[in-house]
Nanobody, 120 residues
Framework: QVQLVESGGGLVQAGGSLRLSCAASGSIRSINAMRWYRQAPGKQRELVADITSGGSTDYVDSVKGRFTISRDNAKNTGYLQMNSLKPEDTATYYC??????????????WGQGTQVTVSS
């Protein structure tokens, strides 16, 4: 059994910063890609950032230069540093990871989501 648990969301004023964490636990052999998605009310879930096992990163245009995705493989944890936050960043943020288990099966797992609210 594998679990992803996000933390670090909250309420922040525009221009502020938050750091989200995504801790993976369970029968993990390796974590491949890690991704952060977000979903605002009434909108579709969108991919915000992703990082490969080798550390290559990619971002949606709207967050480039403001958000940084990273990972600590030793801790099975991913991070999303969010700076210069804007009200339009308000959403529930979800961690997603492609994980190979100790039984050598791989699957995509989701966290429960953490709310980020940016006030103007």
């Amino acid at each position: 059994q594998v679990q992803l648990v996000e933390s670090g969301g909250g309420l922040v004023q525009a221009g502020g910063s938050l750091r989200l964490s995504c801790a993976a636990s369970g029968s993990i052999r390796s974590i491949n890609a890690m991704r952060w998605y977000r979903q605002a009310p009434g909108k579709q879930r969108e991919l915000v950032a992703d990082i490969t096992s080798g550390g290559s990163t990619d971002y949606v245009d709207s967050v480039k230069g403001r958000f940084t995705i990273s990972r600590d493989n030793a801790k099975n944890t991913g991070y999303l540093q969010m700076n210069s936050l804007k009200p339009e960043d308000t959403a529930t943020y979800y961690c997603n990871a492609v994980i190979t288990t100790t039984s050598r099966n791989w699957n995509t797992y989701w966290g429960q989501g953490t709310q980020v609210t940016v006030s103007s």
